[in-house]
């Protein structure tokens, strides 16, 4: 049987995670590849159509990643980015996805060991739960063309 | 402005589960800013169904619109090019869009998405709270400003009951008495005599029980 490797979106923000991967980079700390970053000027920026559609179109797992409480550059971007996550997470329940698929974390610039951490454990966490059941049937579908459309 | 909440989704699929493409229509008033059906709702509930139908092996093409105000003809008609796609219509809006659309497209299924609550206003983000009922001859100049026709759990005209304790409703220590909040506010305003006046009591004619109600304005009416 082929290993299950995750694929994890991170969305870590400017002033921290983001640094602090970096630096996790720089102290050649080790954390799973599986890991792809994007990177935002806020945890707070991030929507929660964001988090919803990195599942939809086949993340298996995904993370916010914001500051530490009470260092949030813009004030309170990762308080509402956290509120954001437990909302998405209700919404995955009632459509039967994991809500463990979906996490808040936080770290301050200088954690590129906390931020390797978190990687390795959030990508067995989601090892553990498998694949996402919705890319699993996209796979399995053959994947027809995204049909979902903004006007 | 008129608040709602989205239905549970599994409601929302019981509908439309043997659709396969549905025209998900939202609306840019009170839906949108009370966070129920405008445009990110509408996105959020389409990936929320589009997961759902996947998930179960299903596919669906959903077409995302959202209009300028599902409660007018005009923008309605936005819909028509795609109207003929859709083996179904799901609408975000009050009822009173969900009408429209059902009023335009006769022979189209279309099915609400949220459940619409009562005309209220922002009590602060995120918090809507119930403010008037429409009753059709508004008693505010006597109460001081405040409803309690909308806000006592009773409809008195002149409360407070007994149940008043503190400044709360014995219906909930969550819910104000709105006769209190009236009589502190005509005395902050200094016409607690109008307190005194009896409010006689209310023709409920011009509410709803004089059936469904039309405002006509000769002037504009064509
Ligand atoms: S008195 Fe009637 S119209 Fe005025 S706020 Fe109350 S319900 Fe609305
Ligand atoms: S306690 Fe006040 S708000 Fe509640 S029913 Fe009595 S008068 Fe109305």
Redesign the interface.
């Known amino acids: 049987m082929e290993t299950f490797e995750p694929v994890i979106v991170a969305f870590c923000c400017h002033y921290c995670a983001y640094t602090a991967a970096d630096m996790a980079g720089t102290m050649r700390l080790d954390y799973p590849a599986n890991v792809k970053i994007v990177r935002v000027p806020c945890s707070g920026k991030v ?3 964001h988090m ?2 990195a ?2 179109l086949g993340a298996d797992g995904v993370l916010v990643a914001g500051c530490l409480e009470g260092d949030c550059h813009f004030k309170t971007g990762n308080v509402k980015a956290a509120r954001r996550v437990t909302y998405v997470q209700t ?1 995955l329940e ?4 994991e809500p463990q698929r979906l996490a808040m974390v936080t770290m301050s610039a200088g954690m590129g060991t906390r931020f390797a951490a978190i990687a390795n454990e959030f990508t067995e966490q989601i090892r553990k739960l498998g694949p996402n ?2 890319a699993a ?2 796979k ?2 053959a994947a ?1 063309a995204p ?5 | 402005m008129i608040t709602a909440e989205r239905k549970p989704l599994a409601e929302i699929i019981d509908y439309i589960d043997n659709c396969r493409r549905i025209l998900l229509v939202g609306c840019n008033e009170c839906v949108t800013v009370c966070a129920a059906g405008g445009r990110k709702e509408v996105a959020m509930l389409a990936s929320a169904m589009q997961m759902d139908f996947m998930k179960r092996g299903k596919t669906v093409d959903i077409r995302e619109m959202t209009l300028e105000r599902q409660c007018e003809p005009e923008y309605v008609e936005e819909l028509a090019p795609f109207i003929d796609q859709a083996d179904a219509v799901v609408s975000m809006a009050c009822g009173c869009g969900v009408q429209e659309v059902v009023r335009r497209f006769r022979g189209k299924r279309v099915y609400p998405a949220v459940n619409t609550s009562f005309m209220g206003a922002a009590e602060r983000p995120g918090v809507w709270a119930e403010r008037c009922h429409g009753c059709g001859n508004c008693l505010l100049g006597l109460t001081g400003g405040i409803c309690p026709i909308a806000r006592c759990s009773k409809r008195l005209m002149n409360g407070p009951c007994g149940g008043s304790s503190k400044g709360k409703c014995e219906v909930s220590t969550e819910i104000d008495c709105v006769w209190q909040l009236i009589w502190d506010r005509l005395k902050e305003l200094g016409i607690e005599d109008r307190y005194e006046e009896i409010i006689l009591a209310k023709d409920w004619r011009t509410e709803r029980g004089g059936g469904p109600r039309k405002i006509v304005r000769e002037d504009l009416a064509q």
């Not at chain 1, 049909?147 to 006007?151: F, L």
């Open positions: 929507d929660p159509i919803m559609k599942l939809e919404q009632e459509i039967g996805v059941p919705v049937a996209r399995a579908q027809p049909v979902a459309q903004v006007n």
